[in-house]
């Protein structure tokens, strides 16, 4: 066989294996957002979990229990950095989000009334917008619902694939989950939240010392 032949060969193999892992990569992203604006469940994936799941559909790990938060960092839909590894020594409340998402609309109002409430005790509000396909809809979206704090722009949900399987990682939108103090994740809830939901999966981790 020539050594062009052999190039060719090559050069095939390698295409052939990077549409693989490309449509590995999509295959995996399509299905946690098949689910989106859907109630999801309440398991965190498979393997062992720590944590336990309500029946007002909050899933909460103990203090000492916990995993820490992934890598949440990148462009925000206003066109700014953000890491949320920053936040630490703050209480982080991460919504995730879409434009399109007709319950995100429904509990925005609640969200900008609690982070408004609880600014003042170290609570920070982050977003995380997704399958929005230009930051143009998300940006009008924030305006019309008066959202003043941060989101970071994920159009593809690859930030919401960091999160390990078996801890309470984001599964439909919207999902809302709260980082503690220690950056580790200790709550996380499945469903559009009315006010008092939110409060109420917010103030145990309020009341940590």
């Known amino acids: 066989m020539s050594a062009a032949c052999r190039a060719e060969q090559r050069s095939n193999r390698i295409r052939t294996r990077s549409r693989a892992a490309l449509f590995t990569a999509g295959a995996a992203v399509a299905a946690l957002v098949l689910s989106a ?3 999801g469940g309440t398991s965190g994936g498979s393997g062992n979990t720590n944590f336990v799941a309500g029946k007002d ?8 229990s916990r ?13 700014g950095q953000l890491d949320v590894a920053d936040y630490k020594g703050k209480i982080v409340v991460l919504n995730v989000w879409g434009s399109w998402c007709a319950p995100c609309r429904a509990e925005a109002r609640n969200f900008v009334k609690v982070a408004k409430d609880t600014a003042a005790q170290g609570v ?3 977003g995380i917008n997704t399958r929005d396909p230009s ?16 989101s970071l722009y994920d159009p593809t949900g690859r930030l919401m ?25 200790a709550a996380r809830t499945l469903q559009p939240l009315s006010e008092e939901t939110l409060r109420e999966m917010l103030d145990p981790i309020l009341a940590e010392k």
Not at 57 to 64: A, L, M, R, Y
Not at 161 to 185: A, E, H, M, W, Y
């Open 37 to 39: 604006c859907g109630s």
């Open 161 to 185: 694939l960091r999160f390990k399987k078996g801890t309470l990682n984001p599964q439909t939108i919207p999902s809302t989950l709260v980082i503690d103090r220690d950056g580790k994740i």
């Open 57 to 64: 559909g909050i899933s909460t790990v103990k203090k000492g």
């Open 135 to 150: 930051t143009g809809p998300a940006q009008a979206f924030e305006k019309e619902q008066g959202v003043t704090y941060p």
């Open 124 to 126: 920070q509000f982050v």
């Open 67 to 79: 995993t820490d938060a992934p890598d949440l960092s990148g462009k925000t839909v206003d066109g």
